[in-house]
């Protein structure tokens, strides 16, 4: 408020402007209540940030952004691999059965949720695999598989087959996949002035799917990695356990029409089981899909008088997520931002009008994804999206989901970040 009687810092004075900065915060915590109820979420109190929690989010949601100018630095040095990499796969006469490859972009950069720095890349080669037969592994929830020939193929690779020359073996597969990812960077960076080294990492988790190149700089610092996943592409309906709910086409938006023809199965085996020939089922491609084609307009994110913060409560979840990892690295081992994609779907089919996800009211939504996901906490219970019986929570001890929850409340009280 102004200062009508000069400088005068007395009793009076002081006491008067305590209460004007008192109704200045009832009147800012109003407008924010308001603007939720106005997007239509329920005005209830774990929904209504005050003030500090609202400036706090917002100037974490700039923060966490990425810069253009490193997403365009980025885009060229991937591409710049993977593309001769595919064409060498497919032009290679030593391997045929790659001239069908198709490379399939997933993961948070290609969603546009990445957060911080453009530093890991998620890219899928997808082998279509034919005359394929497929059985769910027992107590996994239509999660994991076993993958059969029906018949022998002249096409298909020996050396990714078992000794009963039908079972496809993920194991063989990813190990003749990260042979190949060794020999073309051998070949085709061998003796050529590049400022970047590139080699195929170590496998840290030993139940990854993916073979990993490192980009090192000049001192053998990494900037980058890209997970390259060998998958094979089922060139037919998902199975019975697998379905995409209806209610997806109340918010998907119209100019997205997901189908269930076909699905991938990546080399990962179950957790706590001691079965490595098993296949996961993975959904990557419509997950990308529902994150770039989210609205129930046409048009949403596509003006600038049309953005929603659907992608900005994502980023914060994520950004909250690796936060705790980094202070509970051995007691969150088992986080992963799989779990809050998973719950923002959950939420985004109750909250289904662009109305709800207006951009001045991100504090309000990102509240609101956060206390669902506090709720699947709770119950122990998180549903996957498109396999409704499976419990992705399944695996984890409960006094484990207890620490986190304890650690997400307390993140509440403290206003986060």
Not at 199 to 213: C, F, G, I, Q
């Amino acid at each position: 408020p102004p200062f009508t009687e000069g400088l005068c810092f007395g009793k009076a004075l002081v006491l008067r402007f305590l209460s004007s900065l008192k109704c200045s915060l009832v009147e800012y915590s109003t407008a924010s209540a308001g603007k939720c109820e106005d997007s239509g979420a329920a005005a209830t109190a774990h929904t209504m940030p005050n003030p500090v929690t609202s400036h706090r989010i917002e100037e974490r949601v700039k923060s966490i952004r990425l810069k253009q100018k490193e997403i365009s630095n980025a885009a060229d040095i991937i591409n710049g691999f993977i593309d001769p990499f595919i064409s060498h796969l497919k032009e290679c006469p030593e391997r045929p059965y790659f001239k069908g490859v198709t490379k399939v972009t997933t993961g948070s950069y290609y969603e546009l949720v990445k957060i911080f720095h453009p530093n890991e890349f998620d890219v899928m080669l997808a082998l279509p695999v034919p005359n394929i037969g497929y059985t769910d592994v027992e107590d996994c929830d239509g999660l994991f598989y076993k993958v059969t020939l029906q018949r022998k193929s002249r096409s298909f690779p020996t050396p990714f087959l078992l000794e009963d020359e039908s079972t496809v073996s993920p194991v063989n597969v990813l190990k003749e996949f990260r042979k190949f990812v060794s020999q073309f960077i051998a070949s085709h960076y061998k003796g050529k002035q590049v400022p970047l080294t590139l080699l195929v990492s170590r496998k840290k988790d030993r139940n990854s799917p993916a073979a990993t190149v490192e980009l090192l700089d000049e001192k053998n610092s990494e900037i980058m990695s890209i997970d390259l996943v060998p998958a094979l592409e089922i060139l037919a309906p998902w199975p019975k356990s697998c379905k995409l709910g209806e209610d997806v086409k109340k918010w998907l938006g119209k100019k997205s029409k997901p189908r269930n023809k076909s699905f991938y199965l990546v080399a990962k085996q179950p957790p706590g089981k001691d079965d490595k020939e098993v296949w996961r089922i993975s959904f990557s491609h419509i997950e990308k899909e529902i994150m770039m084609d989210h609205g129930n307009t046409k048009t949403c994110c596509e003006f600038y008088d049309t953005k929603c913060c659907r992608k900005d409560c994502i980023r914060l979840m994520k950004s909250l997520f690796e936060d705790l990892k980094k202070d509970y690295p051995r007691q969150l081992s088992h986080l992963c931002s799989y779990y809050a994609k998973t719950s923002f779907f959950h939420t985004l089919t109750q909250w289904n009008e662009d109305s709800n996800w207006k951009p001045h009211d991100i504090a309000c939504c990102f509240i609101r994804v956060l206390d669902d996901f506090i709720r699947h906490v709770k119950n122990a219970n998180l549903p996957h999206f498109f396999i409704p019986d499976c419990n992705l929570f399944h695996s984890l001890l409960r006094k484990d989901l207890k620490f986190l929850l304890e650690l997400l409340e307390e993140q509440k009280k403290k206003d986060f970040f």
